[in-house]
């Protein structure tokens, strides 16, 4: 199922040119925000990248040095924005309490979350 976004809800849209259409001009960005040399990026995706239950249609990605690592998805806009605040903030505050760069604190953050299997940074 396609989505597209109005007043940042997400709305089915069965047709895919209508879709695609939509999609090459929309702006899908949530939030987007560097910390030094870390990008993090939270989008809208226009596709459900999910199974049953609610669809997930947005998704946090973390990137350094021409690396992504997948930090999180969300099935709302509202969700998106708090996941990425909540993302940033966890870096900064590693970096401080652990005084390293970006990169070292977002390396520590991944490796702990993948050990919960949570997330998946590559």
Not at 78 to 105: C, F, K, P, Q, Y
Request: hydrophobic letters at 45%; glycine letters at 8%.
């Amino acid at each position: 199922m396609h989505y597209i976004l109005v007043n940042q809800q997400a709305v089915p849209c069965d047709d895919v040119s209508k879709w695609a259409l939509w999609y090459s001009t929309a702006d899908c960005v949530v939030a987007e925000e560097w910390i030094f040399d870390v990008r993090v990026s939270t989008i809208f995706l226009g596709l459900n990248r999910g199974g049953s239950g609610a669809p997930i249609l947005f998704e946090t990605m973390v990137f350094l040095d021409g690396q992504s690592g997948e930090a999180d998805c969300y099935a709302l806009w509202e969700d998106a924005e708090a996941g990425h605040r909540a993302l940033v903030l966890l870096i900064r505050t590693e970096m401080v309490s652990s005084a390293v760069t970006a990169s070292v604190a977002w390396n520590r953050i991944a490796s702990r979350l993948n050990g919960e299997g949570k997330h998946s940074p590559q």
